[in-house]
T-cell receptor, first 112, second 112 residues
Framework: KAGVTQTPRYLIKTRGQQVTLSCSPISGHRSVSWYQQTPGQGLQFLFE???????NKGNFPGRFSGRQFSNSRSEMNVSTLELGDSALYLC???????????FGSGTRLTVV | QKEVEQNSGPLSVPEGAIASLNCTYSDRGSQSFFWYRQYSGKSPELIMSIYSNGDKEDGRFTAQLNKASQYVSLLIRDSQPSDSATYLCAVIRGEYGNKLVFGAGTILRVKS
């Protein structure tokens, strides 16, 4: 059974640019969550999607957005990149109930 | 007050000893509780989930939940050097559906 797949694994972007990250959940999983992980802030919740609807959103500026497609694949977009957006971005999927989430390998974003 | 609190450590234990990791949470409506293990440079891996008061054992791992005290713990028996990692406590908050909130993590070092 394939796990959660995130692409790309690494990205280097320039301040002011925008970036789109992709996540393919485990087959059958309808809930997808996104997290930002930095050494200083730990794992911070960005948003959660279920059946193409955003159910929860964390405390991030509007530059961070996401969507989920009918096949449960999800993308997140960050516009007008800032140096502080450099982080590991993790996607996690679950069946959608109160069960645990399985994480992908993450996308390491570096903003220069 | 942070939503999920953990001692950052590092917690150092000798090989073969029991490692005890603790976590407290602030939302009494929290319904699901998880322990994730994260090796340096890797994504979090779900190792235990617990939903009701009491103990849950899986191999060398035992999770303990006390909802009255808002306390979750993880015991690792016969600790091995390969258990050296950061252990993240995570909680699904009741009022926010599937928002999975993480503690900052406890660094565990098992010395051979």
């Amino acid at each position: 059974k394939a796990g959660v797949t995130q692409t790309p694994r690494y990205l280097i972007k320039t301040r002011g640019q925008q970036v789109t990250l992709s996540c393919s959940p485990i087959s059958g999983h309808r809930s997808v969550s996104w997290y930002q992980q930095t050494p200083g802030q730990g794992l911070q919740f960005l948003f959660e999607y279920f059946s193409e609807t955003q159910r929860n959103k964390g405390n991030f500026p509007g530059r961070f957005s996401g969507r989920q497609f009918s096949n449960s694949r999800s993308e997140m977009n960050v516009s007008t990149l800032e140096l502080g957006d450099s982080a590991l971005y993790l996607c996690a999927s679950s069946l959608g109930g109160a069960g645990g989430y399985t994480f992908g390998s993450g996308t390491r974003l570096t903003v220069v | 007050q942070k939503e999920v609190e953990q001692n950052s450590g590092p917690l150092s234990v000798p090989e073969g000893a029991i490692a005890s990791l603790n976590c407290t949470y602030s939302d009494r409506g929290s319904q699901s509780f998880f322990w994730y293990r994260q090796y340096s440079g890797k994504s979090p891996e779900l190792i235990m989930s617990i939903y009701s008061n009491g103990d849950k054992e899986d191999g060398r791992f035992t999770a303990q939940l006390n909802k009255a005290s808002q306390y979750v713990s993880l015991l690792i028996r016969d600790s091995q050097p390969s258990d050296s990692a950061t252990y993240l406590c995570a909680v699904i908050r009741g009022e926010y559906g599937n928002k999975l909130v993480f503690g900052a993590g406890t660094i565990l070092r098992v010395k051979s």
